[in-house]
């Protein structure tokens, strides 16, 4: 867990919106959107992550002390926004995936959100790598998983086409040891 700054990921996501050409959106654990191509930024959700704590989650099968070589020196910070989608079809329908394993949706522009943290037949905390809201269907919503930091290269994407209140597993026969990145 962080204090009161920003905890974007080394590959933050940035994108821009298909309903206006001067809106953009930026992830940390919190969503950000810029209706001016970024001169100003208005923060649209609480945190959307699970917050955890790094230096409580096992590494290699045990917990590091403080002091350890480079302990959390050459990586990104834990817990952060990973993908953004904004519905081609609704304007108002933000969809956004953790590296901590959560899709977190909002059908009103970010005033309230809905959280999603279980999927069928994916690994629990497994990262999401890409969400999509579909550009047919403002119902469907892709995302993709993969759990490569527990030694798992299996691919996982699931569907909804309720906006989150069910999903399926559409992996099927995508080769075993390929993990996922994007939809």
């Known amino acids: 867990g962080g204090g009161g700054g920003d905890r974007p990921n080394w590959d933050a996501p940035y994108i821009t919106s298909d309903h206006s050409p001067t809106r953009l959106y930026w992830g940390s654990q919190y969503l950000y959107r810029s209706e001016n191509r970024g ?5 649209i ?18 917990t590091w002390p403080q002091g350890s070589i480079a302990f959390h ?3 990104t910070a834990l817990s952060n926004i990973v ?3 904004e519905s081609p079809r609704w304007e108002d329908l933000l ?6 394993g959560l899709v977190q949706i909002t059908e009103d ?11 069928p037949d994916v690994p629990k905390w497994a990262y999401v790598t890409d969400v999509e809201a579909s550009p047919i269907d403002a119902n469907t ?10 030694g798992d290269y299996k691919p996982y994407i699931c569907k909804t086409t309720d906006r989150g209140r069910t999903w399926t597993n559409i992996t099927g026969d995508l080769p075993d040891k ?5 939809v």
């Open 73 to 75: 020196e050459s990586t």
């Open 141 to 150: 919503i892709f995302v993709s998983f993969n759990n490569w930091q527990r």
């Open 95 to 100: 969809v956004v995936g953790t590296d901590d």
């Open 178 to 182: 390929r993990d996922v990145w994007a």
């Open 109 to 119: 522009g970010g005033r309230t959100w809905r959280k999603f943290d279980t999927f």
């Open 39 to 43: 001169d100003t930024w208005v923060r």
């Open 45 to 62: 959700s609480p945190d959307l992550t699970r917050n955890l704590n790094y230096q409580e989650i096992p590494i290699m099968g045990k």
């Open 83 to 85: 993908a953004i989608s």
